[in-house]
T-cell receptor, first 112, second 114 residues
Framework: GIQVEQSPPDLILQEGANSTLRCNFS?????LQWFHQNPWGQLINLFY???GTKQNGRLSATTVATERYSLLYISSSQTTDSGVYFCAVESMIYNQGGKLIFGQGTELSVKP | DTEVTQTPKHLVMGMTNKKSLKCEQH?????MYWYKQKAKKPPELMFVYSYEKLSINESVPSRFSPECPNSSLLNLHLHALQPEDSALYLC?????????????FGEGSWLTVV
């Protein structure tokens, strides 16, 4: 099946710093989403981005589908950005539709 | 409104109990999902419902029994669980299954089996 790898696994930042999180995937995908999981467990949608570039405030994401990777940029980080960031992809295989396959996540800690 | 609501938020149950987790969405989505997440691990798919019919069962043990009574509701019935079933259970929904639509998650139900 499709493999999803995220890097780095852990990241500690000082408030105000910028960071880039990476997601590599092993096959063509129908869907790629970035999520932020808060300490209470909720998975918050950041981006639906199977290709191209999107920006939302201090966050932006770029997916290069032909090279099978996606990047999440966090600028001017804040303590509220702490948590786990997941990349998840949906296989293009018909009978696997809707099945999101998650990477292992990047655990981000932003220090004041 | 992109909201998936799950109840209860926390549940403690004994190994002989029968309980249910509930999920509701009012976005008109026709695909609904159950995921399971263990501590320090990513979520893993359990079940997918498409137009109220079970579409994917990821070889989940029968002590977990899903039910989709209508297009807005998804239940997960729990019976004779084991302590290793303790986890965060996440419900999600999307416009349709397998069409590359955004998938929205609820806040999850934290389950502890004692």
């Amino acid at each position: 099946g499709i493999q999803v790898e995220q890097s780095p696994p852990d990241l500690i930042l000082q408030e105000g710093a910028n960071s880039t999180l990476r997601c590599n995937f092993s096959d063509s995908v129908n869907n790629l989403q970035w999520f932020h999981q808060n300490p209470w467990g909720q998975l918050i949608n950041l981006f639906y981005i199977p290709s191209g570039t999107k920006q939302n405030g201090r966050l932006s994401a770029t997916t290069v589908a032909t090279e099978r990777y996606s990047l999440l940029y966090i600028s001017s980080s804040q303590t509220t950005d702490s948590g786990v960031y997941f990349c998840a992809v949906e296989s293009m295989i018909y009978n696997q539709g809707g099945k999101l396959i998650f990477g292992q996540g990047t655990e981000l800690s932003v220090k004041p | 409104d992109t909201e998936v609501t799950q109840t209860p938020k926390h549940l403690v149950m004994g190994m002989t109990n029968k309980k249910s987790l509930k999920c509701e969405q009012h976005m008109g989505h026709r695909a609904m999902y159950w995921y399971k997440q263990k501590a320090k691990k990513p979520p893993e798919l359990m079940f997918v419902y498409s137009y109220e019919k079970l579409s994917i069962n990821e070889s989940v043990p029968s002590r977990f029994s899903p039910e989709c009574p209508n297009s807005s509701l998804l239940n997960l019935h729990l019976h004779a669980l084991q302590p290793e079933d303790s986890a965060l259970y996440l419900c999600a929904s999307s416009q349709a299954q397998g069409t590359g639509n955004t998938i929205y998650f609820g806040e999850g139900s934290w389950l502890t089996v004692v």
